[in-house]
């Protein structure tokens, strides 16, 4: 089966437990559940990773150079901030999309900008995590392509 890096930023882990205005009541493992039923009607294998650590999640989308036929991300803060995500989702020769749970142009300044948009073929934003799934349908057709 087609496979798919799922991959989640820094304090998304506590997706659901705090913030619930923000970013809703859904947990990481909820997401993750959701996902992983979905891609399973789409043909897609969905592996989910999140890490805390900027260096592990560019040796997560490098691991993916060889296992994964594209990437959906929630880079987290990281958007804002890492060339160096960046720099190694340049190095992955497939489709990647960008998930936001919430609407990023709708806050603070800083979140504004994303170094990730300049590599993903798609940014969702403001669809809460609902924005996975559908980045999902995307990535399906994207990789069938
Ligand atoms: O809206 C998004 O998905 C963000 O990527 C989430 C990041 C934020 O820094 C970006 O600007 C937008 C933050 C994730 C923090 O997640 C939490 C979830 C629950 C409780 C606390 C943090």
């Known amino acids: ?13 506590l997706l659901g437990l705090r913030q619930p205005e ?12 959701a996902c992983t039923a979905l ?7 969905v592996v989910a990773k999140q890490s805390n650590h900027e260096g592990a999640m560019v040796d997560y989308i490098h691991a993916a150079r060889d296992n994964a036929a594209g990437i959906v991300i929630n880079p ?5 901030t890492s060339v160096a995500i960046l ?13 936001h749970i919430s609407n990023i142009h709708k806050r603070e300044a800083f ?10 073929e798609g940014v969702i934003c403001g669809f809460g995590t609902e924005g996975y799934l559908l980045a999902l349908r995307r990535m ?3 990789v069938k392509k």
Request: aromatic share 6%; no cysteine.
């Open 1 to 13: 089966m087609t496979q798919i890096l799922l991959l989640n930023g820094p304090n998304l882990n």
């Open 22 to 33: 923000i970013y809703g009541r859904e947990t990481l493992a909820d997401v993750v559940a």
């Open 39 to 45: 891609g399973a009607e789409l043909g897609l294998k």
């Open 76 to 80: 987290g803060a990281y958007s804002h």
């Open 87 to 99: 720099d190694a989702l340049m190095a992955f020769d497939g489709p990647v999309l960008e998930v």
């Open 111 to 120: 979140r504004h900008h994303s170094y990730v948009s300049a590599r993903a």
């Open 140 to 142: 399906a057709t994207l």
